[in-house]
C-alpha cells in the first residue's frame, strides 16, 4: 500500500502562484517505477486530469495547464510537486496527488492510488 498527502493548497489572487507537493509513504520501493498524476474537481464538475509524469520523466499537461502548470518529482524523497503559475478563478478546485504502478494506465483516470486532496481557491 502507498499513501499520499498533499499540501501546498490555499487562497490566492489571480496571477498568483502555488506549488503543490505529494508525499508518498508506505510501500515506496518501486516509488520511482510509478506514474504520477496530478487531477483536480471542482465543485459540480467531474474530476480531471491536470498532468501526469511517467518513471523516465515523460510528462503530460492537460490543455488547462499547458504553459502555466509544471509537474516534477523527486524520486529520492518519494515527492511529487504541481507548480501552478498564473492562477486563473476557473483553477479553484480540490487537487488530488495519484499514483499508479501499472503504466499502461497512466495516460487514463484510473490510478490505484489517491490522496484526500488540498484546496485551491483563487479569487478575482
Known amino acids: 500500500q502507498v499513501q499520499l498527502v498533499e499540501s501546498g493548497g490555499g487562497s490566492v489572487q489571480a496571477g498568483g502562484s502555488l506549488r503543490l507537493s505529494c508525499a508518498a509513504s508506505?510501500?515506496?520501493?518501486?516509488?520511482?517505477?510509478?506514474?504520477m498524476g496530478w487531477f483536480r474537481q471542482a465543485p459540480g464538475n467531474e474530476r480531471e486530469k491536470v498532468a501526469h509524469?511517467?518513471?523516465?520523466?515523460?510528462?503530460f499537461y492537460a490543455d488547462s495547464a499547458k504553459g502555466r502548470f509544471t509537474i516534477s518529482r523527486d524520486n529520492a524523497d518519494n515527492t511529487l510537486y504541481l507548480q501552478m503559475n498564473s492562477l486563473k478563478p476557473e483553477d479553484t478546485a480540490m487537487y488530488y496527488c495519484?499514483?499508479?504502478?501499472?503504466?499502461?494506465?497512466?495516460?487514463?483516470?484510473?490510478?490505484?492510488?489517491w490522496g484526500q486532496g488540498t484546496m485551491v481557491t483563487v479569487s478575482s
Open positions: 508506505g510501500y515506496t520501493y518501486s516509488y520511482s517505477t510509478y506514474c
Open positions: 509524469i511517467e518513471r523516465y520523466g515523460n510528462t
Open positions: 495519484a499514483a499508479t504502478p501499472n503504466s499502461a494506465y497512466c495516460y487514463t483516470n484510473q490510478y490505484t492510488y
